[in-house]
C-alpha cells in the first residue's frame, strides 16, 4: 500500500517562502502522477500543481505559475513544493496526492487515491 506524508509546512512572512516534502513509503510504483493541492476551512480544495515522477514534467493552475515549482527529489521517493513570493491567500493546509494507475495525462483532474495528512501554511503579512 503506497503511503505519503507531508512535511514542511509552517509560519512564513509575506513575501518568503517555504518547500513542502511529500515522501511516499510502503508500495512505492516507480512512475505516479503526483499532485499538490490545497484547502482553506470553507472553501473548495485547489490543485496547484502536478508532477509526472516518470518523465518530470510539470503542469501548474495559473495563479501559482512562476511562484511555485514542484520537483521530484533523486531519490524518487520525494516530492517537493517549493512555495516563493508567498502572500496571506497562500494560508492553507496542503496535501500531496497520488494516482498509481494508468494514465493519458498526468493531470490535476485524474483520480487520486492515496492522501496524505496534510501540512498547515500559515502566512503573515
Known amino acids: 500500500q503506497l503511503k505519503l506524508a507531508e512535511s514542511g509546512g509552517g509560519s512564513a512572512q509575506a513575501g518568503g517562502s517555504l518547500r513542502l516534502s511529500c515522501v511516499a513509503s510502503g508500495f512505492v510504483p516507480s512512475r505516479m502522477c503526483v499532485a499538490w493541492f490545497r484547502r482553506v476551512p470553507g472553501k473548495e480544495r485547489e490543485a496547484l500543481a502536478v508532477?509526472?515522477?516518470?518523465?518530470?514534467?510539470?503542469e501548474y493552475v495559473d495563479f501559482v505559475e512562476g511562484r511555485f515549482a514542484i520537483n521530484r527529489a533523486d531519490d524518487k521517493y520525494t516530492v517537493y513544493l517549493q512555495m516563493n513570493a508567498l502572500n496571506p491567500e497562500d494560508t492553507a493546509t496542503y496535501y500531496c496526492?497520488?494516482?498509481?494507475?494508468?494514465?493519458?495525462?498526468?493531470?490535476?483532474?485524474?483520480?487520486?487515491?492515496?492522501w496524505g495528512q496534510g501540512t498547515i501554511v500559515t502566512v503573515s503579512s
Open positions: 508532477i509526472d515522477t516518470g518523465t518530470l514534467s510539470t
Open positions: 496526492a497520488a494516482h498509481t494507475g494508468p494514465w493519458t495525462s498526468c493531470s490535476a483532474r485524474l483520480g487520486f487515491t492515496s
